[in-house]
């Protein structure tokens, strides 16, 4: 599984997904993390809240289900 269909694959399961949650869970480093998050969100897969919780945008679910090699 690629790190970007990982990540996307975790906001879009977990219940209130967050940085530090996703880095303990995926295993990745804080700057692996945050280099991908910052792809993700400047592509507008992703929104990023204030209290550090993620959220998929349609967006976000094409590219998760490109990755997955799904038909959207």
């Known amino acids: 599984m690629s790190r970007r269909m990982a990540i996307l694959d975790y906001i879009k399961k977990a219940k209130e997904p967050s ?3 996703m880095t303990k869970d995926l295993n990745l480093h804080t700057d692996t993390l945050a280099s991908e998050l910052k ?4 592509k ?4 990023v809240f ?3 919780f993620y959220s998929l945008t349609q967006e976000g679910e094409r590219e998760l ?3 997955k090699g799904e038909k959207p």
């Open 19 to 21: 940085f530090a949650q």
């Open 39 to 42: 792809m993700l969100k400047d």
């Open 44 to 47: 507008g897969c992703i929104i």
């Open 50 to 52: 204030s209290d550090d």
């Open 65 to 67: 289900k490109q990755l």
